[in-house]
């Protein structure tokens, strides 16, 4: 990834990993806890695409297996965040933007239940059964509320920002074209083309003397009609 998209990354996820833990986990709903961590995962892997939203996912999912409180086996929340984030890139058009917010708002709700899904699956594979005790209806049913209620706050925050780090070859294409034209107008300035002119007007009057003083060859004509000098194809 690009340096400045690495850097943005970052920032962007540890400022939601903070939130999260210091104010969403704090707020007592009930069911699930509205995850700000996945939704900026989803804004820059709807950017980025499948590689792109794979890294981050990983990392901001590593990151929040590592950070206090964390009650679970390290490398769970990075499993889940690396797919959940690698199937969002997928739907990356590939215009690198999408025309509606349908696409994303379906993500959104994909994620949030497949996320909910897996970690559950994940955590039943080494023993953990906190899902079984709330109630796996309810936490689909309130993740997918959830974070359907954040989603318009900052997934187009996050891919906005994320767009600033993306090259544009199609930007850099016009820029060239019209340094191009920049070069050629400096090479053939006013000054030249009146030079240019100039001998041009001169040329065409040594012709005309030439012609009225009867310089001027005359062809043969002949039966075939062809002329001296030139390779007739």
Do not use: W
């Amino acid at each position: 990834m690009h340096p400045n998209r690495i850097l943005l990354s970052i920032a962007l996820v540890v400022v939601a990993l903070v939130v999260q833990v210091s104010v969403l986990a704090r707020l007592q709903l009930p069911g699930a806890v509205p995850d700000l961590l996945l939704l900026t995962v989803l804004g820059l892997a709807l950017v980025y695409g499948h590689t792109g939203g794979a890294l981050v996912g990983f990392a901001a999912g590593l990151l929040a297996d590592l950070a206090p409180p964390a009650d679970h086996a390290v490398g769970r929340y990075a499993l889940v965040l690396c797919v959940v984030g690698y199937a969002a890139g997928l739907t990356k058009p590939e215009n690198g933007q999408h025309r509606s917010a349908t696409v994303p708002m379906l993500v959104v709700a994909g994620a949030a239940l497949s996320s909910t899904l897996l970690y559950a699956g994940v955590g039943a594979l080494v023993g953990d059964t906190a899902a079984r005790h709330v109630g796996l209806g309810l936490l689909l049913t309130t993740a997918t509320v959830y974070d359907l209620l954040l989603a318009p706050f900052t997934v187009p925050v996050v891919m906005a920002l994320a767009r600033r780090t993306v090259h544009d070859p199609l930007a850099d294409t016009a820029g060239s074209a019209g340094d191009g034209a920049r070069t050629y107008g400096g090479l053939l300035g006013p000054g030249r083309l009146g030079g240019l002119r100039g001998r041009t007007g001169r040329l065409g009057g040594r012709a005309g003397a030439a012609r009225r003083g009867g310089l001027t060859a005359r062809v043969p004509r002949s039966g075939t009609g062809r002329i001296k000098g030139v390779k007739r194809l």
